[in-house]
């Protein structure tokens, strides 16, 4: 099984940037993947950026449509951690964020953080 451990979400203004973070723990080893989700009331749960293991070469990234050119994703794989670098933030990208890890053909999910992005 894998845990994880979102932080870093809070409350920011329009064209701010906020930093989130996804520990990793227990079979680490078999995490293939690691990315972020989000969802906003009302609506279905949605891709942000994922990122492959590709330890010593480079991991390959995905990124949601909506976020591309204004959210990096990164990993550390000494640290187990995953981050989020999110920039020139929008009230639509209000939402709470999910951390997930695909390990062993299944999907582990972290409890989320609120981001909130005023106007």
């Known amino acids: 099984q894998v845990q994880l451990v979102e932080s870093g979400g809070g409350l920011v203004q329009a064209g701010g940037s906020l930093r989130l973070s996804c520990a990793a723990s227990?079979?680490?080893?078999?995490?293939?993947?690691m990315g972020w989700y989000r969802q906003a009331p009302g609506k279905q749960r949605e891709l942000v950026a994922l990122?492959?293991?590709?330890?010593?070469?480079?991991?390959?990234?995905m990124y949601g449509d909506s976020v591309k050119e204004r959210f990096t994703i990164s990993r550390d794989n000494g640290r187990n951690t995953v981050y989020l670098q999110m920039t020139s933030l929008k009230p639509e990208d209000t939402a709470v964020y999910y951390c997930?890890?695909?390990?062993?053909?299944?999907?582990?999910w972290g409890q989320g953080t609120q981001v909130t992005v005023s106007s």
């Open positions: 997930k890890a695909l390990a062993r053909s299944q999907n582990y």
């Open positions: 227990g079979d680490i080893v078999s995490v293939i993947a």
């Open positions: 990122v492959g293991n590709a330890a010593g070469t480079g991991a390959g990234t």
